[in-house]
Structures are given as structure tokens and as C-alpha cells.
């Protein structure tokens, strides 16, 4: 390791433990305070472990063995949370600035404090996961961040969620694809794949943040699949919802789904084809036109409300319609 990796670590960790200790309300997504309590625990089990072969086999050789294993291990189980405190460090390009406010109308709308917390959020998620195209080409760097925004937006409420996306993104070219993954071909704009990576179009991807208050969002769609399939089900009742409230909730998607059903719905009928669907559907109504959702289905609006933590008529102020 060289001079300059010791200087970083030593002021990554020296920083993230003062922010630990100073406030619990900071928001702690480039180090979880749980995992500094287990991974700082595992430690300073391995070191006992080589103090205790010490003493029973008399070589004091197994306490610096032990110590070098113990760092080892805090250097590999922290090594994502140091590219994250890497990427964060970085001044936030105006560049970009500059695309969120043309694209996202929810990056326009928050106040300065947010929008910083969103730009964080932004550099976090494109350090941890690859937004490519197919077959890994580089993607422009504005379909890369018109990517992260929709994320961004969805855990915005919940700075302690992570995006539920495994495998990174892959931004196929056009506006469609097929089952067998070809573009150009089908009637597919995206996709959530429970192990694979969530697959969207360049088309769909564009459109989504050219008409924000079109009740059409592709990240939005997907993404809430992804909540949905957190659970290994895809049943509409996202994994995070807590279970005092999964009841209320299958009755509220209940209630609008006959709605959708019989075409009496302000949803589109995609939200019809099943529980998976409606949510997904919902959750893009929900941020795109919240004015209409909160008139036609309050309890609707009040359950999206509470399970992604925000109020978008709130944030929007009836600005636009
Ligand atoms: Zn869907």
C-alpha cells in the first residue's frame, strides 16, 4: 500500500468515525453505522483469536499474524464504502448539475440541502453499479445520470434504502426490445429481472424525463419492481412495507385494481395485468401526476406516500400541472 492510500484510508476513517460519533441523524450511506459495530466486532474477534494461540502455544508470532489478518479483513469488507467515500469527495460536475435541472422536474423542485443529498445519491449509486449499454459499451454520461435521477428520486424519502438493483443497468439502443433481447423488435420498453440487471431503453429512458407529469417513467416502473421482488415474490406488496400494514395496503391496490379493471380507473390499464404491474404503475403515477392521485384515490396517494417517505404535491407545491 502506498503513502497516499494510507493518507486517504486514515482520513476516511478518521472523518466517517467523527461523523458516526458527532450525529446519529447524518445521513450514513457511504458507511453504515451497523456495519462499522459487526465488521469493527469480527476484528477484534480475529485479534483476540491470535492473543488466545499466543498465550496457549507460547509464540508470540501469532499476534502480529492475527492483527495483518484482522486489517485484511477491514480492508476488504470496507472497500466498497471507501470507492463510495472516494466518489462523494469528488465536486459534483456542472455539468451535470446542468442535465438534472433540465431533465429532473424532482431535482428542480427540492431545496438546496436536498438536491445536495440527491447529488450524493447520484455518485453513490454510479460508483457501486455500471449503467452500460449492450454487449458493456460506455453510455454518454447525461443517459447515465438521467438513470441514477430515477433512483435517486424513488430513495430520496429513505436515505437508509438501498437500491434494490443487483447486476447494474444495461441501456439497450431504440425504443423496444424482445424476449429473446432484441432491439428494434417486441414491444418492451424495460425490464426487472430478480437476479439479472434492469434493462431499459434508450427511447423509454428519454422520453420518461421529457415528460415528467405524463404518468410515464421507466426507472420508476422498474425500480418498483425491484422493491416488489425484494422479497422473492412479485406480488405488488414491495418487501419494505411493514407488516402491520401489508393488509390495508392489498386492500387499497384491491379496490382501484376492479377500478382498473372495469376501465373506471385514472391509472393506465397496464395496471390491470396483475398485482406486480399495479404497483409498478402506481409508483409512476405517484411521482408523475400526485395532483390527480391524491383527488381520485386518496388512500392510494397516503399509502405511496408513506412507504416512499415523501409528499410530491408537497415538493411540486402545485407548481405544475
Ligand atoms: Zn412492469
Redesign the pocket.
Same mark, same amino acid.
Given at each position: 500500500m502506498n503513502k497516499k492510500a494510507i493518507v486517504i484510508a486514515i482520513t476516511f476513517l478518521l472523518e466517517y468515525i467523527t461523523e458516526y460519533i458527532s450525529s446519529w441523524s447524518v445521513s450514513m450511506r457511504v458507511v453504515y453505522k451497523i456495519d462499522i459495530l459487526f465488521r469493527g466486532f469480527y476484528a477484534l474477534l480475529i485479534v483476540l483469536l491470535g492473543v488466545a494461540l499466543a498465550v496457549v502455544k507460547e509464540r508470540s508470532m501469532f499476534i502480529p499474524v492475527f492483527l495483518g489478518l484482522a486489517i485484511v479483513f477491514l480492508a476488504v469488507s470496507f472497500r466498497k464504502n471507501l470507492k463510495r467515500y472516494l466518489a462523494v469527495r469528488q465536486t459534483f460536475p456542472e455539468a451535470w448539475r446542468s442535465v438534472l435541472l433540465e431533465c429532473s422536474a424532482f431535482y428542480r423542485y427540492i431545496d438546496t440541502k436536498a438536491r445536495k443529498r440527491f447529488e450524493r445519491d447520484i455518485q453513490i449509486f454510479l460508483s457501486d453499479f455500471n449503467v452500460k449499454g449492450i454487449r458493456g459499451q460506455q453510455l454518454e454520461d447525461r443517459l447515465r445520470l438521467l438513470v441514477a435521477a430515477g433512483i435517486a428520486t424513488l430513495i430520496h424519502g429513505r436515505p437508509d434504502w438501498e437500491p434494490p438493483v443487483r447486476d447494474g443497468i444495461v441501456v439497450y439502443p431504440g425504443q423496444r426490445f424482445d424476449r429473446d433481447y432484441q432491439s428494434g423488435k417486441g414491444w418492451m420498453a424495460?425490464q &426487472?429481472s430478480y437476479n439479472g440487471p434492469l434493462i431499459v431503453t434508450k427511447g423509454s429512458l428519454e422520453h420518461s424525463f421529457r415528460n415528467p407529469h405524463d404518468g410515464y417513467n421507466v426507472i420508476f @416502473? =422498474?425500480l418498483a @419492481?425491484y422493491f416488489d421482488l425484494e422479497d422473492g415474490s412479485a406480488d405488488g406488496v414491495p418487501a419494505f412495507l411493514p407488516s402491520e400494514g401489508i393488509f390495508a395496503w392489498k386492500e387499497i391496490i384491491y379496490n382501484e385494481w376492479e377500478k382498473v379493471n372495469r376501465g373506471q380507473s385514472f391509472l393506465d390499464a397496464y395496471a390491470g395485468v396483475n398485482e &406486480? =404491474?399495479f404497483f &409498478?404503475v402506481s409508483t409512476e403515477f405517484f411521482f408523475e401526476k400526485p395532483w390527480v392521485m391524491a383527488q381520485r384515490n386518496p388512500d392510494l396517494y397516503n399509502a405511496l406516500k408513506e412507504f416512499y417517505n415523501l409528499d410530491p404535491i408537497d415538493i411540486y407545491g402545485g407548481k405544475i400541472i
Open positions: 424495460g &426487472a @416502473h =422498474e @419492481h &406486480a =404491474e &409498478a
